[in-house]
């Protein structure tokens, strides 16, 4: 069974600090890990990680992964209240002819408090 | 906004009843996808269509159906309700299989 597991569940910190969310995964047919951020509604898109060891970077965040091991990690320097969010960690794979379907983990919670 | 529509915003319904829940994709996108995020399972996939054909499923129940139409809008039909069909209801689209999956902003059912 394919499976995606997200590390820590939850996590407080104080504003400005650097924070690191972990992605593992054991799947089958991996084409690429994709992170979402959830506030109070729709996932939105923040990164698509196709390749090891090639670093994505938007602004204060940034994302890598390691296709060796099986891991991504999710990097969000000087916090900001506006990170407070669930982050989600999705692969995605291949399951048959032309058809791809999104595995998500649980999510990390992140509050971060002022 | 990412362009995905859903409604209703929210829904509130008895056990064994039947509610349809509807979603438009981004305007070019084909492919529209189902999720079912509860708090004990987080965001699970629950089947795909492409140009009206379904694609792919993953954990979707019997009680559980969907279509997509010509206009490329999708329903997603849910009967016999009970207590544990309470959750958020996503819709996403894609440009036809691409991995980026553009989420709506949910329905939130809740079954009383």
């Known amino acids: 069974e394919d499976k995606v597991v997200q590390s820590p569940l939850s996590l407080v910190v104080h504003e400005g600090d650097t924070v690191t969310l972990n992605c593992s995964y054991e799947?089958?047919?991996?084409?690429?890990l994709l992170w979402y951020k959830q506030e109070k509604k729709a996932p939105t898109f923040l990164f698509m990680l196709?390749?090891?060891?090639i670093e994505k970077k938007s602004g204060r965040l940034s994302s890598i992964l390691d296709k060796k091991e099986l891991f991504s990690i999710l990097n969000i320097t000087a916090t900001q209240t506006g990170d407070s969010a669930i982050y989600l960690c999705?692969?995605?794979?291949?399951?048959?002819?032309?058809?791809?379907?999104?595995?998500f983990g649980k999510g990390t919670l992140l509050t971060v408090n002022p | 906004d990412s362009g995905v529509t859903q409604t209703p915003k929210h829904l509130i319904t008895a056990t064994g009843q039947r509610v349809t829940l509807r979603c438009s994709p981004r305007?070019?996108?084909?492919?529209v996808y189902w999720y079912q995020q509860s708090l004990d399972q987080g965001l699970q996939f629950l089947i795909q269509?492409?140009?009206?054909?379904?694609?792919a499923k993953g954990n979707i129940l019997e009680r559980f159906s969907a279509q997509q139409f010509p206009d490329l809008h999708s329903e997603l039909n849910l009967s016999s309700l009970e207590l544990g069909d309470s959750a958020l209801y996503f819709c996403?689209?894609?440009?036809?299989?691409?991995?980026?999956?553009?989420f709506g902003p949910g329905t939130r059912l809740l079954v009383l």
């Open positions: 996403a689209s894609s440009f036809q299989g691409a991995e980026t999956q553009y």
């Open positions: 196709t390749s090891s060891g």
């Open positions: 269509y492409y140009n009206g054909e379904e694609r």
């Open positions: 799947v089958t047919n991996f084409r690429s």
């Open positions: 305007s070019g996108d084909l492919s």
């Open positions: 999705a692969v995605d794979l291949h399951i048959g002819g032309s058809n791809y379907k999104l595995t």
